[in-house]
């Protein structure tokens, strides 16, 4: 079978067959004949009829090549009666008057025969040599599409159909144990037509590495001995692509329960890493208004009040942000996008910051920018991460930068006017190239940069929306974060793939 999943045409040994064939090859002998006669016929005169005869063994030759051992046989009778009626004489009769005619005719005859019978003994060689090369070619046409890496169903339903258009089936039946696949039950895939009505043909195993796998249940026509081998032989192929592909799909599953033991030690390490600093806090506060009692000043109390307030915020959101990342990356959420303009994001981050940090935010935010269709939350929680990130490694003194613009003007290898760049530029150490793409993994936590989780949280909330978080130099030093997010009722919707530098 062809990648377009046709069956190669057989092509027969010789033209026709049967009564046709035989009826062609006699014909070509006999306009042989006829030629060779028409041609010796001005000679008879000087050439004996044994050489005549020696020569007139060649349309035999050809009758049975051209047409099997029955148009040899009758063009022997053809040839012996051209031979005595044209090159022997009395011209113009049957009758055979010297005895070395007939001793001519007798070693004639054996000749003619034994040569008969050699070319058929070829032709048949010839013939089963052509049925084996066309039964490997089909085989390994049935074969090379057992090699593409399909799911099991799609593998068993291209096994069944496989079956039914290369021998000819009503109905085939793939049945393969739930051990194989790794269900909670047996599969069973059908091709062909049920209602056709046919009498069970063969069941024929599939048995791999010593173990069977299942079976297949061929409903159809008789199938002869070397088509029989054929499909036994298919049949172990497909028996080791279904066992190729149960492995590949154990190893799937295992590889995702790996990633998901990672990801659980990961969110563990790093949660109770960003956990502890404000549970610290608040411990601390508590403990200093509890031991202080009224000793306290008013405004000390009211500040260390404040503190808690804003630490228990803070764990709220980390405890919130860690549960929404956990649902996206299962599937078992998805954002709630609704229109929502850039400056309202923008304005309910800086309400969102820490009081500390607040004063230490520049927004740059142009009035005309385009509506984007995000999630509030998850947007806004992503962008509190990443400028909390930057105030952090921010020096005391200086700024962090929050800008946004279209993206078909930032640069033209980024996708089109769908999208809106939001970047985070602050004047800290930066990040080095090596450490861009870990900063934001949710496996590792990146002590040099300490981030924590949170702009691996900040990039899982981005890319739920289809969009893209990175990181570069910024000019005159520090690092810069740009987020990108969806324009809202863009025609066409590309993808939002970043260059490694975008400038500003």
């Not at 060779?36 to 005869?53: F, W, Y």
């Not at 007798?106 to 052509?130: G, P």
């Not at 490997?136 to 090379?144: F, G, K, N, P």
Request: with cysteine.
């Amino acid at each position: 079978m062809d990648q377009g999943g046709r069956r190669p045409r057989r092509r027969p040994a010789w033209p026709g067959g049967g009564w046709p064939r035989t009826g062609a090859g006699l014909a070509a002998a006999c306009a042989l004949l006829a030629a060779l006669s028409v041609a010796l016929l001005p000679l008879r005169a000087g050439i004996s009829a044994s050489t005549v005869a020696l020569i007139l063994v060649v349309p035999v030759v050809v009758g049975v090549v051209a047409g099997g051992v029955l148009a040899g046989m009758g063009t022997v009778v053809v040839v012996f009666l051209a031979w005595l009626w044209l090159f022997v004489p009395p011209y113009s009769s049957l009758w055979i008057g010297d005895r070395k005619n007939w001793l001519t005719l007798v070693v004639d005859m054996v000749v003619t025969l034994i040569i008969a019978r050699l070319v058929a003994v070829l032709d048949a060689a010839r013939e089963r040599a052509a049925s084996r090369e066309q039964d490997t070619r089909a085989l390994v046409d049935l074969s090379w599409g057992l090699v593409a890496d399909r799911p099991m169903p799609d593998l068993l339903a291209a096994i069944a159909a496989s079956v039914v258009e290369t021998f000819a089936m009503q109905q085939v039946s793939v049945t393969v144990a739930d051990t194989a696949v790794s269900g909670a039950a047996d599969a069973v895939v059908t091709a062909g037509d049920p209602t056709s009505p046919a009498t069970l043909t063969c069941r024929v195993p599939l048995a791999a590495s010593g173990h069977r796998l299942g079976e297949l249940v061929c409903v159809g026509p008789p199938l002869a001995p070397h088509r029989r081998q054929l499909l036994d032989t298919y049949a172990n192929h497909a028996a080791a692509a279904i066992e190729r592909e149960a492995l590949r799909e154990r190893g799937r599953q295992v590889a995702e329960l790996e990633q998901t033991d990672r990801l659980n030690k990961a969110l563990l390490g790093a949660a109770s890493h960003d956990l502890r600093t404000p549970l610290a806090t608040i411990k601390s506060a508590s403990s200093t208004l509890r031991d202080a009692g009224d000793g306290l000043a008013p405004a000390a109390s009211a500040e260390l009040v404040a503190l808690i307030d804003d630490q228990a915020d803070r764990l709220a959101r980390m405890v919130t942000n860690v549960l929404d990342m956990g649902r996206l990356q299962a599937g078992a959420a998805r954002p709630a996008v609704r229109v929502e303009q850039v400056g309202d994001l923008l304005g309910d981050l800086r309400e969102a910051l820490a009081p500390h940090a607040r004063p230490r935010v520049v927004m740059a935010v142009p009035a005309d920018l385009p509506a984007v269709a995000v999630d509030p939350t998850l947007v806004g929680q992503a962008l509190v991460n990443v400028v909390d990130n930057a105030v952090r490694h921010a020096p005391p003194g200086t700024v962090v930068t929050v800008a946004a613009t279209v993206a078909a003007t930032v640069a033209a290898t980024v996708a089109g006017p769908d999208w809106v760049v939001v970047t985070v530029t602050d004047r800290g150490p930066g990040v080095p190239s090596a450490q861009r793409e870990a900063v934001f993994d949710r496996f590792a936590r990146g002590s040099a940069s300490g981030t924590g989780l949170g702009l691996a949280i900040a990039a899982a909330f981005v890319e739920a929306h289809g969009g893209r978080i990175w990181v570069d130099d910024a000019p005159g030093g520090g690092a810069r974060f740009h987020l990108t997010l969806p324009v809202a009722a863009a025609p066409a919707r590309r993808d939002a793939r970043a260059p490694a530098t975008v400038g500003v």
